[in-house]
C-alpha cells in the first residue's frame, strides 16, 4: 500500500505565509515526479507546482514569484512554501507522486494522490 498524506494547511490573512508537506508512505521503490495541485470549489484541479527527482521545477504562472517547491527524496517528502498569499489562492491543495512501488514482488509504477489540504486566505 501505498499512501500520500499532505499537512500544513490552515486559514492565513492575506499577505501571509503557509508552508505545505506531503509525505509519501508505503513500499516505494522510487519516486520520479512529484507536485502541488489545487481545487477551489466550483471551479477545475489546477496545476500549482512540479519538481522532478532532480530537482527540476515547473509552476503555473499564478505561482510564480511566491510559491516554492522542494523535497526530500530521503525522506519522500515534498514541501510548498507559499508566500504573499491573496484570497484567490484558496482551494484544497493535493500533492501527488508519480512513483514505482512494490505489489507483492512485482513493481508497479503509477501517479498517487493524497486526500487534500485546506488553506483558506481570509481576513
Known amino acids: 500500500q501505498v499512501q500520500l498524506v499532505e499537512s500544513g494547511g490552515g486559514l492565513v490573512q492575506p499577505g501571509g505565509s503557509l508552508r505545505l508537506s506531503c509525505l509519501a508512505s508505503?513500499?516505494?521503490?522510487?519516486?520520479?515526479?512529484m507536485g502541488w495541485y489545487r481545487q477551489a470549489p466550483g471551479k477545475e484541479r489546477e496545476l500549482v507546482a512540479t519538481?522532478?527527482?532532480?530537482?527540476?521545477?515547473n509552476y503555473a504562472d499564478s505561482s510564480k514569484g511566491r510559491f516554492t517547491i522542494s523535497r526530500d527524496n530521503a525522506k519522500n517528502m515534498v514541501y510548498l512554501q507559499m508566500n504573499s498569499l491573496k484570497p484567490e489562492d484558496t482551494a484544497v491543495y493535493l500533492c501527488?507522486?508519480?512513483?514505482?512501488?512494490?505489489?507483492?514482488?512485482?513493481?508497479?509504477?503509477?501517479?498517487?494522490w493524497g486526500q487534500g489540504t485546506q488553506v483558506t486566505v481570509s481576513s
Open positions: 508505503g513500499s516505494i521503490f522510487s519516486i520520479d515526479a
Open positions: 519538481i522532478t527527482s532532480d530537482g527540476t521545477t
Open positions: 501527488n507522486a508519480d512513483l514505482k512501488y512494490y505489489s507483492g514482488t512485482t513493481l508497479r509504477g503509477r501517479r498517487y
